[in-house]
C-alpha cells in the first residue's frame, strides 16, 4: 500500500548531504522550473489538485493566486514546520531525511509567487532537526542553490530558519507570522488574510513541510502524474504517522483515500497485542474520535472524513484500544489545549480551563450528571466565538467524546468508577 | 496559557561572547526589523548561559533597540525560555496523547522516585531538573524523553536506566 514520492530518500544513507541528494535528483528540476512562467508552475500546482497538508487541506495553488497582483511590496513565503499537533510526526522525516526536497519545494514556491525572502518557522523543541534543516541550508548556499543567482538562473533566495519556543498556537499562521515580528504569537483576527496582508504587513503564503516537499514531484512529472495517487478530490499521497495501540507505530506514506481499518491494519500491523480496537483519532487530537462502526467506511481523504463529521486534518492517526479510559484520555487533551491557548479570548482562556476542572472533577468522582451537560454546553459556548480555533481544536473531539462515550462519563457519575477494568493509563 | 512572569536580577551585567554576537549580527541582515530579532536573541542568551536573567532581556532589548516590556513579554509567552537555572541535564518527558497511550506515566514514576523530584523540581545538588511537557512530535516511537535537546524514543524503566547512568 504504500508509495515513494515524498519519502523516496528517506531510506537512502546521508541523503541529508546535497552530494548524495543530487545523485538522487535533488535540484534537478531547476531547469525546467526557470524555463516555465511563473504563472505555469501556479496553474501545474491549482490543476495537480495538491492541498495543504498543515491540516485545513486548503487548495495550495489556489491560496497562491489569492496573492494581489501589481502591488508595490515584497511578498513572502513562511514554511510552517511547526509541527505540534499531538499525534503529528510527519514534517520532522523531511526535514532530517530529505531536506533538500524540501529546500527545492521552496525554490519552486518562491518562482511562482515572485518571493525573494522565504522563512521556515520551526518548533523549538525541534533541536536535533533544526541542525539538521540548517545544515542542509548552508550547503545549498555554498552551493549556489539559494543566494543571489539560484541554480546560476536570474533568480534571488533567502531562506532562514526562525525557531518557535514551545507555543503550540504558533502553527495557527497569522499567530507564526506575529512570532516571527518578535511578538507573543496571538493570533490575528481575519480578514485581512495573511495573502493580502501577511508578514510585515505585506503579502505573504504559509504553507504547510509536506505541501512545500509535494512540489518538486509535481514539477517533474507535472499534475496528472500527481493525480495518479489518491482520489479525484483528494488527489496525491500523504504522510501519515500512525501511533497509540498498534503493533507497528510509525510513519507511512500511503496515496489518499485508502480504507482506514485496512491501513491499521495491514499496515500498522492491527491493533497492539492482539487487544480488541475501542476507537480511531483520524487527523491529530483535534479530531472528532471515530468508533470501529463508524470507521468501516472511512476513507483516508477530506471527503470521506467530512462525511463522517470529522476531519482529515495532519494524517495523524491514533489507535485506541479496549483498555482506554475515554474520561481519562477526555482530561489529558483538556490539558493540552488549555495549556496551550494563548490567553487572547475569553472563552478559550477561562471556557477550556473551566472544562479540564470539571473533567477532573468526575474523575474524583465528585460529578453530577448535570456536568455531563455542563461540558457539552461550554463546548457550544466557547465554539467559534474566539479569534482563532484553537478552541475549536478542544471541543470539537471533546464534543464526540461526550456524544459516542457518553456512558463511560455516567459510570464515573453513577456507579463512581472507570468503565473500564484494565486501565494502565496515568 | 504560560503564567511564568518572574524575572531573576543577577547583580551581574549580561553580554554575548563572540560567537554569539557574530550569530546576532549574521540573522539581525535577515529581517527587515529589528524587531524579529526577539526570539532568536532569546535563544543565543539561553544557548551561552543555559537561561535567561533581568539582565539578559535589558541587553537583548538594548541591542535591538526596542522596549525591554516586548522582550519580556516574549520570554515569558514562549515556555522553553528558561527564566531561571535549570539542571545539568534537563529532562523532558512528553505527556501528551500518544506517550500516555503507550506508558508515559512509567517514566515519570521511575523519575519521582529515582531523582526524588516532581515535574517542574531542580535538584538540590543542580544535576538534574525534571519537566513534563506537551507534545514533542514523536509520537509513532512513544514514548519519548528529551534530554538536553536530544530525543530518546521506545523509551522503558530499562533504557531509562542506562540513559541515567551515562548522564554526568
Redesign the interface.
Known sequence: MEVKILSAKFNIKDAHKLEVARQHGAYSRLDKLFAMEPVAVTEEVKSSGLRGRGGAGFPAGLKWSFLPKGLNK?VYLTVNSD???????KD?FILVRDPHLLIEGIIICCYAIGCH?AYIYI??????QVKALQAAIDEAYSAGFLGEKVGGHDFKL?V?V???????ICGEETALLE???????QPRSKPPFPAVEGL?GCPTIINNVQTIASLPYIIENGAEAYKQYGTEKSPGTHLF?????VQK???YELPLGLPILEVIEKVAGGVLNGKKLKAI?PGG?STPVLTPEDAKTVTLDYESMAAHKTMFGSG?I?V?DET?DIVK?VE??A??Y??????QCTPC?EGLGWILKIVKKILRREGTMGDIDLLVELCDNIEMKTVCVLSAACTMPVRSYLNKFRHEFEAYVNQGTSAQTDV??? | MSNRSKLIVTGKPFRYDQERDAEFERLVKRYPTRESMILPALWLTQEQEGWISAEAIAYIADRIGTFASQVYECATFYTMYNLHPMGRNHICICRTLSCWLRGKQEIVDYLKDELGLKPGEISADGKFSLEEVECLGHCGTAPVVQVNGEFHENMDVDKLKSLLATLK
Request: with cysteine.
Open positions: 515584497p509541527e505540534s499537533e499531538p499525534a503529528t510526526f520532522r525572502d518548533r523549538g523543541e525541534y533541536t536535533t533567502d532562514t526562525h525557531r518557535g519556543a514551545g507555543a503550540y512570532s516571527i515580528e518578535g511578538k507573543k504569537g510585515y504517522g500512525i501511533s497509540g495501540h507505530p510509525g510513519m483519532i487530537s495523524g491514533v485506541l482506554v484520555l489529558n487533551l490539558q493540552f488549555h495549556h496551550e491557548s494563548c490567553g482562556r494502565k493509563q496515568g
